[in-house]
């Protein structure tokens, strides 16, 4: 059983360039095996937050090129995948790649990324310290006790160099993971809710970002966050998602295009992250060979 992601999401993305520039995605489905889509088709995007400012600017934008959008707005993150793979929209986006190889694996389905638009960042926060290079050794940091959280904060922790993991870091990755002889701190693992009033206790905290205000903070106040650059952080950058049998629709790859370069949409995104969104283009060829990546890592996971 491989646990790692490391080695094999360096392979997958070493030709890939990340590019500092926002990238969305939507579609036509119907289109079938024909690569164009329906002329005057509607494309349905299912979406959770139909009122962030991107939206409306994005599908102003695909008006002005001749493409209707209809937003379909869920209210959890269960939804719109099963939607998309029964049809009842054309495209989503609201996942990273992790979440939606944990999908296709778990149903069967075969949804595929089709577009990168920005990761957001997780940050590690403190109360004592305004660097990562203040903190002493021997001190502890704290991390989310839920998994997928969890592992991402460790990560998050090995990148800024005060934890070792025996593993080369995953989406797996656990407290058990830590080798504590090479470690810089101790960590321990908290419930994300109540991290925020336990930040002072500890030397620093990975804090999700629905909590950060919770902690008195900013995004800004963060000493340490995930590196776009760093192959483990490819996993979480959020996508667009379409049937397998649409990824190279022509319709999908102009909207891409549109999402990508409008001025308006890349301001919305930014306002509706607070800014704290870090876009990044990566080739959609990249993206499927590391859903694959994470796909076949999810199957043969057993912990």
Not at 65 to 85: H, R
Request: proline share 5%; glycine share 8%; charged share 20%.
């Amino acid at each position: 059983m491989s646990r790692k992601l490391t080695t094999a999401l360096a392979a997958a993305t070493a030709a890939a360039a990340l590019v500092f520039s926002l990238v969305g995605c939507s579609s036509a489905s119907g289109a079938g095996s024909d690569p164009t889509a329906e002329a005057g088709k509607t494309v349905k995007v299912g979406v959770v937050g139909k009122s962030d400012p991107q939206w409306p600017a994005f599908v102003e934008a695909a008006k002005k090129e001749g493409i209707t959008v209809e937003l379909v707005d869920f209210g959890s993150y269960e939804q719109p995948n099963p939607a998309l793979s029964e049809g009842e929209i054309d495209l989503n986006q609201f996942q990273h790649i992790v979440y939606l190889a944990q999908y296709n694996v778990k149903s069967g389905k075969d949804l595929q990324p089709i577009g990168s638009t920005a990761i957001y960042p997780l940050g590690l926060y403190s109360k004592k310290y305004k660097s990562v290079k203040e903190i002493p050794a021997g001190e502890t940091v704290a991390v989310p006790d839920d998994a997928s959280n969890q592992a991402r904060g460790l990560l998050v922790l090995q990148s800024a160099g005060l934890i070792t993991l025996k593993s080369g870091g995953s989406i797996f990755s656990d407290l058990a993971d830590v080798d504590t002889a090479k470690s810089k701190v101790k960590v321990t693992a908290l419930e994300a809710a109540l991290i925020p009033t336990s930040l002072p206790d500890v030397a620093a905290a990975i804090i999700n970002n629905d909590f950060v205000k919770d902690a008195g903070l900013t995004f800004k106040d963060a000493i340490a966050q995930d590196d776009p650059k760093d192959p483990n952080a490819l996993p979480y950058v959020n996508i667009f998602a379409a049937p397998a049998k649409e990824k190279d629709n022509a319709t999908y790859k102009k909207l891409v295009e549109i999402f990508q370069t409008d001025a308006d949409v890349q301001k919305g995104l930014a306002k509706a992250s607070g800014d704290t969104g870090v876009p990044l283009k990566v080739d959609a060829a990249e993206l499927q060979k590391t859903l694959t990546t994470v796909e076949g890592d999810v199957k043969n996971h057993k912990g």
